[in-house]
């Protein structure tokens, strides 16, 4: 699980929490066009938003998924991928 450190996470909504510019800031321009990717075409769907996290599946295609969780600990944004 890579960690993104963020400036008083732990004061901020979940919505600030997993807000797109903390997640861009920690993450390289290819995992994030590929996101983009990904999004545009309809592939990415969040499953549900909690208090401290958020899983979200991401078909990369026809019988290729990956599983992404988007998790708060600790004041700490953690991201888990199943990616390859």
């Known amino acids: ?3 993104i450190d963020a400036k008083c996470i732990c004061e901020q909504t ?3 929490k ?3 510019d903390h997640i861009l800031f920690s993450t390289s321009q290819t995992v994030v066009q590929q996101g983009q ?6 592939r990415v769907e969040v499953e549900r938003v909690d208090v401290d996290s ?3 599946n991401v078909s990369e ?3 290729v998924a990956h599983q992404v ?3 708060v600990h600790n004041c ?3 991201v888990s991928c199943t990616c390859p």
């Open 1 to 3: 699980m890579a960690c």
């Open 14 to 16: 979940l919505a600030d």
């Open 18 to 20: 997993l807000n797109i």
């Open 37 to 42: 990717h990904y999004y545009e075409r309809g």
């Open 54 to 56: 958020a899983p979200i």
């Open 61 to 63: 295609s026809l019988g």
């Open 69 to 71: 969780d988007l998790r």
């Open 76 to 78: 700490q944004l953690f």
